[in-house]
């Protein structure tokens, strides 16, 4: 038996104490299943399936999962999927960032544990790209990222919507009291008509877009919306990828590199991308032992312009990106900035792969390196007194006019209390105020959900104002916008100076200085701190207690401190 290869359903064999018992049983079993001998000899290709009932945008997986296999079968192998956790952004409580961790773990350890010779990772809703990229790079077995598509936009009463950019456009025009109940309920019926994930340069296509530019899916696919022919397409090609890759192993570890990750930091800066991918990219990088330092984004940032206009900083779509040429149009124009010699699954190098793309691209989507929409990239981080190891600004979707300011802090220690109080008549607030928001980070108790947009009071919202400095601990959808500061760390759950903010206090942001400052002298914060107390009490059990054990501050992508490679 040891001279035998171990692939297919010879890999990881239960062990009984007899390795030719434990094949034989294994074989028999799967037998049961209706298998030829001749088709379990074949190498094995695990499907990573995210269907669930609690997942809009994973509807079209099953048909994906059958173009798959239909692409593993013709390329001789034998396709065998699996469930996985499945993240329905919109479904989860407290928010789906806490189980991204716990959706990263069940990927790992099902590749490890079950006989594949390679994985096809089926996802798209907003965390499920970066688990499955997370235990993907942990498992190190060769593996495909196949994207589920973006929505197509809706026509609706002569514009086009997509969810989640128009939802909150009308959201805050009913806020503001210029759409009534009538009105937002048949938008609501209208945001999202098809399958897949938010039709913007939200976190799910930032995240569809990364994986790409990391060399993870195959060229051309990320944009590809979820109803269009050529999805499915792209599912039969990734299913025949998988098993030349168990043929000719090329390991995540050989794909996600530092320079790959260089690579997918300056394509999140070029499209304007979701602040969450910064999260969602320092931990990917840190299961294969690299380090995000925010100083390299800033200069990156500098040196990156934005290529694409879509919302929520432009006018476009999804599915306007993929006819106007794809992430493949983006990259091109950044190819005197990326690093060309990155391996990707095709076998491809990325400069192979951008030599071999056709060229046309349209202009109104996707601008030249020396015509960008704008001359620096889409995020900043900020640090200082406030924020000592960072906060982050999408300034590619915020009021430039607000970039070097300061105000008075209106302060609501969490989210209950923002709840409660941003719309009476009688707070305390005026436009230029900035708006603080605590406790809403990973160890909050409310686990870092998107909650940093925070909504413009309804008396500032009524008199006509769109946006002001906000800032949290928090995050921000990546379909949001706004002059919005956020994953402020350390958080305030910890004793972070952001836990220290009273009502009145006075901070200065200045985008330019990449600076974020408390004024308030040290002996008055070190009176608070001594008075300061943790907001919440450690969970008893389950996943909630391992979760706030172990779970990172957001310059650590969040991750558990446990998983990432040392």
């Known amino acids: 038996m040891t001279d035998k290869p171990k692939h297919g359903l010879a890999r990881g064999l239960t062990n009984y104490g007899d390795a030719d018992f434990s094949l034989y049983l294994r074989r028999s079993f799967a037998k049961s299943m209706g298998y030829s001998g001749e088709m379990l000899a074949r190498p094995v ?68 544990a079950q006989p594949m010779d390679a994985v096809v990772l089926v996802g798209g809703c907003d965390k499920t790209v970066p688990a499955q990229l997370m235990g993907a790079a942990s498992a190190d077995v060769p593996a495909i990222q196949q994207i589920v598509g973006p929505m197509m936009p809706n026509m609706f009463h002569g514009e086009r919507l997509g969810a989640c950019t128009d939802c909150r456009r009308f959201w805050g025009l009913h806020r503001a009291g210029k759409v009534d109940q009538a009105g937002i309920d048949e938008i609501e019926g209208n945001l999202a008509a098809t399958a897949g994930s938010c039709a913007v ?29 050529d999805r499915l397409r792209a599912a039969e090609a990734s299913g025949r990828r998988a098993v030349e890759l168990a043929k000719n192993p090329i390991r995540p570890s050989q794909i996600i590199t530092k320079k790959s990750i260089e690579n997918a930091m300056r394509v999140l800066l070029a499209i304007g ?13 840190g299961r294969v032992g690299v380090k995000i330092d925010l100083n390299r984004l800033n200069t990156l940032s500098d040196t990156t312009p934005v290529l694409v206009d879509l919302k929520p900083t432009g006018q476009h779509y999804m599915s306007d ?17 990326l690093h060309l010699d990155c391996m990707t699954v ?43 190891n960072g906060a982050i600004l999408k300034r590619s979707a915020a009021d430039p006019t607000l970039f070097e300011r300061e105000g008075r802090a209106v302060v609501f220690t969490s989210l209950d ?63 949001a916008f706004g002059t919005i500061v956020l994953h402020v760390s350390p958080e305030a759950a910890i004793g972070g100076p952001l836990a220290l903010v009273k ?31 943790p907001p919440v009490e450690m969970p008893k059990r389950g996943y909630a207690k391992l979760y706030m054990e172990h779970v990172m501050q957001a310059e650590d992508g969040c991750d558990f401190d446990f998983l990432r490679r040392a």
């Open 45 to 112: 290709i695990g499907i990573a399936d995210t269907s669930s009932g609690f997942n809009n945008c994973h509807r079209n997986v099953p048909e994906q999962i059958e173009a798959i296999k239909r692409g593993v079968l013709a390329a001789g192998g034998l396709p065998l999927s699996f469930p996985t956790v499945s993240l329905g952004e919109v479904f989860l409580s407290p928010t789906s960032m806490m189980f991204r961790n716990m959706m990263a773990m069940d990927t790992e350890e099902m590749i490890r």
């Open 201 to 229: 340069m939200g976190t799910a296509s930032t995240m569809a877009s990364i994986a790409e530019a990391l060399g993870m899916a195959l060229p051309g696919t990320a944009a590809i919306p979820a109803v269009h022919a």
């Open 273 to 285: 991308g979701s602040t969450n991918a910064i999260v969602h990219l320092t931990a990917i990088a």
């Open 321 to 337: 990106l993929f006819a106007a040429g794809g992430l493949g149009a983006v990259l091109r124009e950044l190819k005197p900035l």
């Open 346 to 388: 095709t076998g491809e190098t990325m400069g192979e792969r951008l030599a071999n793309e056709p060229g046309w691209v349209d202009r109104s989507v996707v601008r030249t390196f020396d015509d960008p929409y704008q001359k620096e990239g889409g995020l900043v981080a900020l640090f200082g007194s406030l924020a000592p």
């Open 417 to 479: 209390d923002l709840a409660a109080r941003v719309d009476t008549p009688d707070l305390d607030i005026k436009a230029d105020d900035f708006m603080v928001l605590q406790n809403a980070g990973p160890k909050s108790g409310y686990a870092m959900p998107e909650s940093g947009y925070l909504p413009i009071p309804q008396k500032l919202a009524r008199a006509g104002l769109k946006d002001m400095v906000r800032i949290s601990d928090a995050r921000m959808s990546g379909t």
């Open 503 to 533: 009502n009145g206090d006075r901070i200065r942001i200045s985008v330019k200085e990449r600076r974020i400052e408390l004024l308030v002298a040290e002996d008055e914060l070190a009176r608070r701190r001594a008075q300061w107390k």
